[in-house]
């Protein structure tokens, strides 16, 4: 007699492969038996007796409290990430912003440095350079592939590296076991930004990282509809983020857990698709006489292909393409499509085009554009899941509008 509030097996959890992981792991049921994941949406719970109350808010009795840090739900989108990433354990946040910001306040002080790569995300820049900084934690900025530069960036208070990799919108790579052996040769822990392969196609902890962080408002959810975050990696670090977030309250919403849960369901399904696509389209594009350079580690005289090979499962569905004649033709290119949309959203179903230079990098100054190779000809796509041929048709369309 099988228990039927029990989801995954628990002897099976070390047996089975990602995909089967990806749909039945953290899955538990109520006492209804429903078969598909429930939404807890409750802010807070009840208990029998003020005894049972006093034991679950002191801890010393398991169970839910308030749905700040503790919501069924939440749980189980936690417990199944963790599977696939093979962390110890998972705090998922409000959002990808709230995921780093908790990491960081949790694991550092004022006097603190940390050693980023130039090429992340726009707003963890800032998060960086304008808040981390007011609270005297300073960050020294290096080229994502350049060791030399991690290396020397190094002072005895450094306690933390942070790398996105591949980076975006030009898929520059870093060697994680490389990185990671640098950093803990002196005591600093590896965080890694692993939103743009998710853990269908790279497992920064297998390579040495010590924490993995998530904007799962891209491939997790993968139809762009929810905010969301998560912070993996061992319990020792992890319990200090949940105290950030329990105290905090950079929580994530349980609807919004029951749709990324619902998410990594299909996730690897997904991501494979749109890699397919995005190397299909970054082969073309290679060989179209307007394009000067086409940036995607799937094509074999990218300089970090072999990495990308060894890394990756598969080279992710971003990148980015110089078009011949700045800023007038790319924006004539991304006004003929009709079928990309305009915006600046990566990681759904839907793909995307994006000018970086007039967008998300816009805010950069000129030499620093110029230093992370952000050109006015440059253009980002985010590959989805429509027909490859229509997609290739609608850069044609918008390749003869610059013509
Ligand atoms: C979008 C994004 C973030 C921020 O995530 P939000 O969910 O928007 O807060 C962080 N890192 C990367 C690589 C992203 O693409």
């Not at 749905?67 to 705090?91: H, K």
């Not at 005591?187 to 297998?206: E, G």
């Not at 004649?325 to 305009?342: D, V």
């Amino acid at each position: 007699m099988r228990d039927p509030q029990q989801g995954l097996d628990p002897e099976l959890l070390d047996e089975v492969a990602f995909d089967t992981l990806a749909v039945r792991a953290g899955g538990r049921r109520s006492q209804e038996g429903e078969h598909s994941e429930a939404l807890y949406l409750t802010s807070s719970f009840v208990y029998g007796s003020a005894e049972e109350a006093a034991a679950r808010f002191s801890g010393t009795e398991p169970g839910n409290v308030y749905s700040r840090f503790t919501n069924p739900t939440v749980s189980m989108f936690e417990e199944r990430l963790a599977a696939l990433e093979g962390a110890e354990r998972c705090v998922a946040t409000s959002s990808g912003m709230a995921a780093i910001l908790s990491t960081m306040l949790a694991l550092l002080k004022t006097g603190d440095e940390v050693v980023v790569s130039r090429s992340v995300f726009g707003t963890t820049r800032v998060l960086f350079d304008k808040y981390l900084a007011k609270l005297g934690i300073a960050t020294r900025w290096v080229n994502i592939a350049n060791m030399t530069e991690w290396e020397a960036a190094i002072m005895p208070v450094t306690r933390v590296f942070f790398v996105e990799t591949p980076s975006n919108p030009l898929g520059e790579l870093v060697d994680l076991r490389a990185l990671s052996e640098l950093a803990h040769r002196h005591d600093i822990l590896l965080v890694v930004d692993n939103c743009l392969c998710t853990p269908a196609l790279q497992k920064p902890l297998q390579w040495g990282a010590d924490i993995v962080v998530h904007s799962a408002t891209k491939y997790l959810d993968g139809q762009g509809r929810c905010l969301g975050g998560a912070v993996l990696g061992r319990a020792q670090e992890m319990n200090e983020v949940f105290g950030f977030l329990r105290t905090c309250g950079t929580s994530l919403s349980p609807f919004n857990a029951w749709v990324f849960i619902k998410g990594l369901e299909t996730l690897r399904l997904r991501m494979m698709a749109q890699c397919d696509r995005a190397l299909h389209l970054a082969r073309w594009l290679n060989n179209h006489a307007l394009v000067e350079q086409v940036y995607y580690s799937g094509l074999p005289d990218h300089p970090q292909h072999a990495l990308a090979q060894e890394q990756q499962l598969h080279f992710g569905a971003v990148l980015a393409f110089k078009v011949r004649g700045g800023r007038q033709a790319a924006w004539a290119l991304i006004n003929a499509t009709r079928l990309f949309s305009i915006t600046a959203n990566l990681g759904d179903t839907k793909s995307t085009i994006t000018h970086p230079a007039t967008t998300t990098h816009g805010r950069l100054s000129e030499d620093d554009k110029v230093a992370a190779g952000i050109s006015e000809g440059l253009i980002r796509l985010s590959v989805g899941l429509e027909d490859v041929s229509d997609l290739q048709q609608d850069l044609a369309r918008g390749l003869e509008a610059v013509q």
